[in-house]
């Protein structure tokens, strides 16, 4: 049921119908669990001929063999994609945002995926806690020459930080301890052109930003008109003549 819905409202945003479809399990950590369950479950959701791939969200810390050993075998019948949070490299501001991994596990989570022949999608996000637009920087160049296996990460999906209703992050915000950078559009889709020049090519960029249910959406209000900020983000890519890579070096 969920497949079919998602058919439908692709197919309405786009006007047709796509070429494919990405089976997405995107909610909580979706390794995390007995394998042979979530085989049946993944087998299911890969089976349409119009599902090409499969993309299976989940932390660096819930990767034992057995399900390393799982998503492998799929990988053998379509590709696979395992979708890792990194968010950042600065290992106070992971803990403040109760990460609850370290970095190295991080990069020994992404070589044993890269050895199972799996692909490897990397989650960042931009305006956290204490860090600012360098500090962002600093974490896509690590991104930008972190290898496994001779070979970069496959892909990259870019956040903005979003402040919501109900959370610790908005208690703190709003009492003013929050120790947030609040970008402007135009400051985010120059962030944004920034990190595409270090990106290698090789790297595929997922997304651009994220949007948040408006109902809780508390800060930065902008960030709730998509369409508005992807425009503003593809103008400034244009004016700035941005080409991805074009300022990447490998040291």
């Known amino acids: 049921v969920q497949m079919r819905k998602a058919r439908e409202l692709v197919a309405s945003k786009l006007g047709r119908k796509p ?11 979706n390794t995390y669990g007995d394998p042979e369950r979530l085989k049946e479950l993944f087998l299911r959701a890969m089976e349409p001929e ?6 299976v969200a989940t932390r660096p810390d819930c990767l034992p063999d057995e ?16 979708e890792l949070g990194l968010q950042t490299v600065d290992e106070k501001v992971a803990e403040f945002i109760n990460r609850g991994y370290k970095l190295p596990v991080f990069e ?4 044993r995926l890269k050895e199972a022949g799996i ?41 903005l930080l979003h402040v919501l209703e109900g959370t610790e992050l908005c208690r703190l915000y709003r009492e003013g301890r929050a120790h947030i950078k609040e970008y402007t559009l135009p400051e985010y889709a120059d962030l944004i052109a920034d990190i595409l020049e270090i990106l290698p090519a090789d790297i595929v960029v997922h997304r651009l930003t994220g949007d948040a249910p408006k109902r809780l959406l508390v800060a930065p209000l902008w960030s709730g008109d998509k369409k508005r900020v992807l425009n503003t983000i593809t103008r400034r890519l244009s004016e700035r003549n941005v080409i991805q890579g074009s300022g990447y070096s490998k040291v």
């Open 50 to 55: 119009d599902v090409l791939i499969l993309s």
């Open 119 to 159: 692909g490897v999608v990397v989650h960042v996000i931009a305006g956290l806690p204490f860090e600012d637009q360098e500090a962002t920087l600093r974490t896509i160049r690590y991104l930008a020459g972190f290898e496994a296996g001779g070979r970069h990460i496959d892909g990259i999906k870019i956040h």
């Open 108 to 111: 020994e989570g992404v070589r």
């Open 67 to 82: 399900i390393l050993d799982m998503l492998s075998e799929l990988a053998r019948i379509k590709p696979v994609w395992v």
């Open 19 to 29: 070429a494919g479809y990405i089976a997405y399990f995107q909610s909580f950590s």
